[in-house]
């Protein structure tokens, strides 16, 4: 599976957007792109997981350009709620017999 | 519906001993995987579970292994302890087969190894 690279760390205030990039240069044509988020002493939480252009749900939305070697993920107008870890992964499609690799993240602080 | 559960929560070990961590999968979830995190690090996939063996391993020793049973929950063993498997030990269930398969994971459980 293709190696992810995203910032280790980002910071931003209770009402604004937060666009979060992932770099995946190397993803091959079955590979989805996954997000999870992460809350101290917490197992990851599955946000948002596409292939191509932009997929949109009740939490974030994904954007995925045509080249698909980068992905980012989008958080409208966060709250102090989602200061957590942001894990971009490359997962393979229609299996849930994959191992799943995790990077180090992206940890989001978002103050008052 | 209860999603993953795993227990206990909190463990603390002595080096040498040995210990066996548990998890119920979310319902209808067929596939187990665990996962050991670090402090600061992102988790590393240990080994997976499936129709009661183990499908794929990553690299961790032998001295972790694991069983699945016939209502697909499972447990984590690691035998020796070292102080350098203090880590936060998730479990996550998915549906091996089929469209919507991405993983669920547990709480974890905290092993403190002293």
């Known amino acids: 599976l293709a190696k992810t690279t995203q910032p280790i760390s980002m910071d931003s205030y209770e009402g604004q957007e937060v666009n979060i990039t992932c770099s995946h240069n190397n993803i091959a044509t079955n590979d989805y792109i996954t997000w999870y988020q992460q809350f101290p002493s917490q197992g990851p939480r599955f946000i948002i997981q596409g292939y191509k252009t932009k997929v949109t749900n009740e939490v974030a939305s994904l954007f995925i350009p045509a080249d698909r070697k980068s992905s980012t993920l989008s958080l409208p107008r966060v709250s102090l709620s989602d200061t957590a870890v942001y894990y971009c992964l490359v997962t393979l499609m229609n299996t849930g017999f994959q191992k799943l690799v995790f990077g180090t993240g992206t940890r989001l602080l978002v103050s008052p | 519906d209860a999603g993953v559960t795993q227990s206990p929560t909190h463990l603390i070990k002595t080096r040498g001993q040995q210990v066996t961590l548990r998890c119920s999968p979310k319902?209808?979830?067929?596939?187990v995987s665990w996962y050991q995190q670090a402090l600061g690090q992102g988790p590393q996939f240990i080994f997976q579970?499936?129709?009661?063996?183990?499908?794929q391993r990553g690299n961790f020793p032998d001295r972790f292994s694991g069983h699945q049973f016939p209502n697909y929950s499972s447990e984590l063993n690691v035998n020796a302890l070292l102080l350098g498997d203090s880590a936060l030990y998730l479990c996550?269930?998915?549906?091996?087969?089929?469209?919507?398969?991405?993983?669920?994971f547990g709480q974890g459980t905290r092993l403190t190894v002293v």
């Open positions: 996550a269930s998915s549906l091996g087969q089929g469209a919507h398969t991405e993983a669920f």
């Open positions: 579970y499936y129709e009661e063996e183990e499908r």
């Open positions: 319902s209808g979830h067929d596939t």
